[in-house]
């Protein structure tokens, strides 16, 4: 059996203007990047189409280490739309090097269902993360020069100070470190640290924002912390926005590429679900949605996270609403959800699965909540039972849902024609507004608890001294009116990662709440969640290899 990286080099792209034909987009309107990689210019954004086009949400359960692949059913669902004659472009996030090079992998599908040129989407791309990497330490760069400079400071006091340094990649070691050391031309000593380039607060600017201006509006606008007397600084205050923004003047232009069958793929931006929003650009979306009449798109993690965010964040920032929503579940992860051992997955076990679908169950009731009509779409694998499958259908049945098996690793495209049919069938007949969980005008714990409550679960939801302070501050700087971007862990529907299945009656602990205002929304920080990951045991790196003619293996 061919690995995900094999069957992709298996496959010739075309040149990247042919795909660019068939969104009716002019070879001259293309940023190149060698052969198969390529920016779109914004100007090609068109409301009017956006309108026009429907755009489908791929979701699924609380993610396990099985594994249910929704990046590949993503991707295969918009392979099969296309065989039947629907004009469908994916659009999708760029994946981030600390996963690649630690234990996830990357994130252009798996198997025939793969978006192109997978080495390159998956390690540098079009540099993208490097410029949000760069605009984010440039940020920190001066925070640090302006406390040196006596003269021209502004007069921040050190201790208020959240903003971190980023890089791309999984490194435990840099998460609380110590900087300004080794003399006073050094700079100011004080504790800091790094995150992971994807948990950047500029990374979720970059996929709010509606265009440039909006880009260096929002990044002015983000809070760096007190001075001595309590006075708020904004980035604006340091005159650092021009700059910043010049850094990501190509970045913010989403990036064409395109499926192992030769459909058009847009990738762009790349924040986590567990801290940030987990969806693509705006910019994307749109771009996606003013070329094709259908697009299907992705939110991370279950639909707890990247959905809720999805629609409570980005479609109500962008002024979009999805026609239909797919959640995609495995046999294999509603075993482990239903009380399996990791290493039994491959046992036939209906009784498993059914304890399992609990999870699913309210994974679907949270899409009903929001009024988008729903399909499950069922992964394969070669492990699959008819018993099981049919107590999946049978519980899908029984809350009026249909659920499809799909076989888009196998098969691509024609691995999802019945799953085709029936989304785009439920797309063409929907239109309705979907409703949100809370009115971003309420009070931040009502916020807060709307979302614990009603997409969780949760019977209550606890708040820390330091959460209660946070609130205090937040409403100071009157910012109560933001969002809510839950950061909390993707293994469970609680705060709790062990407390699989559908946990209820569970108390949600706020421990504090972090302020993104140039993002424009709020990061209540729920359990042990942490913005900078370590590398596993043994790191994906140690399969990566590249050949003395460049041929790279061990991708995945």
């Known amino acids: 059996m061919k690995s995900d990286i094999e069957i992709a080099q298996s496959v010739q792209p075309l040149p990247v203007v042919k795909i660019a034909?068939?969104?009716?987009?002019?070879?001259?309107?293309?940023?190149?990047?060698?052969?198969?990689?390529?920016?779109?210019?914004?100007?090609?954004?068109?409301?009017?189409?956006?309108?026009k086009c429907k755009l489908i949400l791929v979701s699924a359960i609380s993610p396990t280490p099985a594994g249910e692949g929704k990046t590949t059913t993503s991707i295969g669902l918009a392979e099969g739309m296309n065989r039947i004659g629907k004009r469908t472009t994916v659009v999708l996030r760029e994946p981030s090097l600390g996963p690649v090079f630690g234990i996830k992998g990357g994130a252009t599908g798996g198997g025939w269902s793969q978006v192109i040129p997978m080495e390159d989407i998956n390690l540098?791309?079009?540099?993208?993360?490097?410029?949000?990497?760069?605009?984010?330490?440039?940020?920190?760069?001066?925070?640090?020069?302006?406390?040196?400079?006596?003269?021209?400071?502004?007069?921040?006091?050190?201790?208020t100070i959240a903003w971190k340094r980023v890089m791309d990649m999984n490194d435990r070691s840099l998460r609380k470190i110590t900087i300004g050391l080794g003399g006073t031309g050094n700079g100011i000593p004080r504790e800091s640290g790094f995150d992971i380039t994807a948990a950047s607060e500029i990374m979720a600017i970059l996929c709010l924002s509606k265009d440039l201006e909006d880009l260096k509006q929002r990044m002015g606008n983000i809070f760096i912390g007190f001075t001595n007397d309590k006075k708020p600084i904004y980035a604006r205050d340091l005159k650092a926005e021009g700059a910043m923004a010049t850094?990501?003047?190509?970045?913010?232009?989403?990036?064409?590429?395109?499926?192992?069958?030769?459909?058009?793929?847009?990738?762009?931006?790349?924040?986590?679900?567990?801290?940030?929003?987990?969806?693509?650009?705006?910019?994307?979306?749109?771009m996606g949605m003013s070329l094709s009449d259908y697009v299907v798109t992705e939110a991370g993690f279950g639909f707890d996270l990247g959905a809720e965010k999805f629609?409570?964040?980005?479609?109500?920032?962008?002024?979009?609403?999805?026609?239909?929503?797919?959640?995609?579940?495995?046999?294999?992860?509603?075993?482990?959800?239903?009380?399996?051992?990791?290493?039994?997955?491959?046992?036939?076990?209906?009784?498993?699965?059914?304890?399992?679908?609990?999870?699913?169950?309210?994974?679907?009731?949270?899409?009903?909540?929001?009024?988008?009509?729903?399909?499950?779409?069922?992964?394969?694998?070669?492990?699959?039972?008819?018993?099981?499958?049919?107590?999946?259908?049978?519980?899908?049945?029984?809350?009026?849902i249909d659920a499809v098996y799909s076989e888009v690793w196998a098969k691509g495209g024609g691995g999802a024609i019945e799953l085709a049919e029936k989304v785009s069938a439920l797309a063409d007949s929907w239109s309705t507004p979907f409703n949100p969980v809370y009115d971003w005008s309420w009070s931040v714990e009502e916020k807060i608890e709307a979302i614990a409550k009603k997409v969780y679960g949760a019977?209550?939801?606890?708040?820390?001294?330091?959460?209660?302070?946070?609130?205090?501050?937040?409403?100071?700087?009157?910012?109560?009116?933001?969002?809510?971007?839950?950061?909390?862990?993707?293994?469970?529907?609680?705060?709790?990662?062990?407390?699989?299945?559908?946990?209820?009656?569970?108390?949600?602990?706020?421990?504090?709440?972090?302020?993104?205002?140039?993002?424009?929304?709020?990061?209540?920080?729920?359990?042990?969640?942490?913005?900078?990951?370590?590398?596993?045991?043994?790191?994906?790196?140690?399969?990566?290899?590249?050949?003395?003619?460049?041929?790279?293996?061990?991708?995945?």
């Open 21 to 51: 034909q068939k969104l009716n987009v002019a070879e001259d309107d293309l940023q190149q990047y060698g052969k198969f990689k390529a920016k779109l210019p914004l100007h090609l954004i068109n409301e009017e189409n956006v309108k």
């Open 124 to 159: 540098h791309f079009t540099g993208d993360f490097s410029a949000i990497e760069k605009a984010n330490n440039l940020l920190a760069a001066l925070i640090d020069n302006n406390i040196q400079n006596k003269k021209f400071s502004v007069g921040l006091d050190p201790r």
């Open 247 to 286: 850094l990501l003047k190509d970045a913010i232009k989403p990036n064409l590429v395109q499926t192992i069958e030769g459909n058009p793929a847009i990738i762009h931006g790349g924040p986590f679900a567990n801290i940030a929003q987990g969806t693509n650009s705006i910019l994307a979306t749109k």
């Open 311 to 400: 629609l409570n964040i980005k479609c109500r920032t962008a002024g979009l609403s999805p026609n239909a929503v797919v959640i995609v579940a495995t046999v294999r992860a509603l075993k482990y959800h239903g009380g399996k051992s990791l290493k039994n997955l491959s046992e036939v076990d209906p009784k498993a699965v059914e304890k399992g679908c609990e999870n699913l169950e309210k994974h679907l009731e949270n899409a009903k909540a929001f009024g988008i009509p729903t399909v499950v779409a069922i992964n394969n694998f070669v492990t699959d039972s008819d018993e099981e499958l049919k107590v999946i259908k049978d519980k899908c049945s029984a809350l009026g």
């Open 459 to 556: 019977k209550s939801v606890d708040y820390s001294v330091e959460a209660k302070s946070d609130i205090k501050r937040i409403k100071t700087l009157n910012l109560s009116h933001l969002p809510i971007c839950m950061a909390k862990t993707q293994k469970s529907l609680s705060d709790n990662p062990d407390l699989i299945g559908r946990p209820r009656d569970f108390v949600l602990t706020v421990r504090e709440i972090e302020i993104a205002s140039g993002a424009g929304f709020l990061v209540p920080i729920t359990g042990e969640m942490m913005r900078m990951p370590g590398l596993p045991d043994t790191p994906a790196a140690e399969l990566i290899n590249i050949d003395k003619d460049g041929n790279i293996s061990g991708l995945f």
